[in-house]
């Protein structure tokens, strides 16, 4: 069974920055599809970044060039630094993981089998 426990949400203001970080339990973390997906009021769950097993980093249009994600297969734990924070970022984030399933999109909350708890992210304007 794989946990994930995120921390680092929080309220800022708009401009600001926060990092959202995802701990993983296992042994099986280095070879997971990682991501965060966010989920604000009234609206479905949605992609924001992933860390494929190859490496790369992929983003969801609308947080390009503000948010990061990495990981530390060191210390068993997915990030997101983000940036430039602006109110309609405001939402519950998820750190989700899956283990390796070629072919199947990324970008899908059900293509996900382990969920964190989720990180609330308010940003004021």
């Known amino acids: 069974q794989v946990q994930l426990v995120e921390s680092g949400g929080g309220l800022v203001q708009a401009g600001g920055s926060l990092r959202l970080s995802c701990a993983t339990s296992g042994r099986t973390f280095s070879s997971y599809t990682m991501g965060w997906f966010r989920e604000a009021p009234g609206k479905p769950r949605e992609f924001v970044a992933v860390?494929?097993?190859?490496?790369?980093?992929i983003y969801t249009m609308s947080v390009e060039g503000r948010f990061t994600i990495s990981r530390d297969n060191t210390k068993n734990t997915l990030y997101l630094q983000m940036n430039t924070l602006k109110p309609e970022y405001t939402a519950v984030y998820y750190c989700?993981?899956?283990?390796?399933?070629?072919?199947?999109?990324?970008?899908?909350?059900?293509?996900?089998?382990?969920w964190g708890q989720g990180s609330q992210v308010t940003v004021s304007s």
């Open positions: 989700a993981a899956r283990p390796p399933a070629p072919g199947v999109s990324y970008d899908s909350p059900w293509a996900y089998k382990y």
């Open positions: 860390f494929t097993r190859s490496g790369s980093p």
